[in-house]
């Protein structure tokens, strides 16, 4: 790529915060982002935990097995995915990892093609992935040997009405492996998302309602003409309430902006 994908700009945010806030949308625990040792990262919430690898140069599957071994203790699975699907939607996520129950591995086989980094693992796996590791058997696919694979081919995956209605193409997988991809991705319009006003934010005469492309928080104010500050609060699809201006949007999203004060 030329740069380190982590830090590639993304309509006014990058991609690793982008691809973390997705997760963190599809998930209920932690979310944790593993780097070679001393990587320099760019911005996180606090909420995300980073982990260094223990050595350099050994490919995902290290990561895999540390991130695995971190969350171990708090979880029967994990979500693994690359820092390189800017398109994730938490959809996805989500319909991936229900089919986790006895399984060792929920794997997404996408137009013929399995995404062993866009795929669900049970964490107590972490032992094995480290011994993979060991024995310079560095290919995440390596994951599926010997263990229970659930293939989740396409139809499989848009039997999820959700998903069916939010990633149609299964664009969540579509990853970013060269500038070429990184333009073609980024070229693409910010996601279609419903922006309204409330309370004192709605005045008479202003667009109060509608749709509105914006691939961040910071975007959908600034549709309806606001900037976000501490006396502005959002509602994430009538739950999430957030002030953070690089909170990912998707397909589907419904923002509420509304008084601070009035939110509580």
């Known amino acids: 790529m030329g740069s380190p994908k982590a830090a590639l700009e993304w309509h006014g945010s990058t991609l690793l915060r982008r691809v973390?806030?997705?997760?963190?949308?599809?998930?209920?625990?932690?979310?944790?982002?593993?780097?070679?040792?001393?990587?320099?990262?760019?911005?996180?919430?606090?909420?995300?935990?980073?982990?260094?690898?223990?050595?350099?140069?050994?490919?995902?599957?290290?990561?895999?097995a540390v991130g695995l071994a971190a969350l171990a203790d708090e979880a029967e699975t994990a979500f693994v995915c690359s820092t390189d699907l800017p398109l994730l939607h938490p959809a996805f996520v989500r319909r991936v990892t229900r089919?986790?129950?006895?399984?060792?591995?929920?794997?997404?086989?996408v137009g013929g093609h399995r995404q062993?980094?866009?795929?669900?693992?049970?964490?107590?796996?972490?032992?094995?992935?480290?011994?993979?590791?060991?024995?310079?058997?560095?290919?995440p696919a390596f994951l599926q040997e010997g263990t229970v694979v659930v293939e989740l081919d396409?139809?499989?995956?848009?039997?999820?009405?959700?998903?069916?209605?939010?990633?149609?193409?299964?664009?969540?997988?579509?990853?970013?492996?060269?500038?070429?991809?990184?333009?073609?991705?980024?070229?693409?319009?910010?996601?279609?998302?419903?922006?309204?006003?409330?309370?004192?934010?709605?005045?008479?005469?202003?667009?109060?309602?509608?749709?509105?492309?914006?691939?961040?928080?910071?975007?959908?104010?600034?549709?309806v003409g606001l900037t976000l500050s501490r006396q502005i609060l959002a509602a994430l699809n009538g739950d999430q309430m957030s002030r953070d201006p690089e909170l990912p949007l998707v397909r589907g999203d419904v923002v509420a902006f509304l008084s601070a004060d009035a939110g509580g």
């Not at 780097?35 to 895999?64: F, K, M, N, T």
């Not at 089919?99 to 086989?109: C, I, K, N, Q, S």
């Not at 049970?122 to 290919?139: C, I, N, P, Q």
């Open 20 to 64: 973390t806030g997705i997760v963190s949308r599809g998930v209920d625990g932690r979310v944790v982002v593993v780097r070679a040792p001393g990587q320099p990262l760019p911005a996180l919430p606090p909420c995300i935990s980073v982990l260094d690898d223990p050595a350099e140069g050994r490919g995902p599957l290290q990561g895999i």
């Open 99 to 109: 089919d986790a129950d006895g399984a060792d591995v929920v794997l997404p086989v």
């Open 116 to 139: 062993p980094l866009a795929a669900c693992y049970r964490t107590a796996m972490a032992g094995y992935a480290g011994g993979l590791v060991a024995a310079d058997r560095l290919r």
């Open 154 to 223: 396409d139809a499989a995956l848009l039997s999820d009405p959700t998903l069916s209605r939010l990633d149609p193409d299964l664009d969540s997988v579509c990853g970013v492996n060269s500038p070429e991809d990184y333009a073609a991705a980024r070229d693409r319009p910010a996601p279609e998302v419903t922006v309204q006003r409330f309370g004192v934010l709605a005045r008479s005469g202003d667009r109060d309602r509608g749709a509105a492309r914006a691939a961040t928080l910071a975007a959908a104010a600034q549709a």
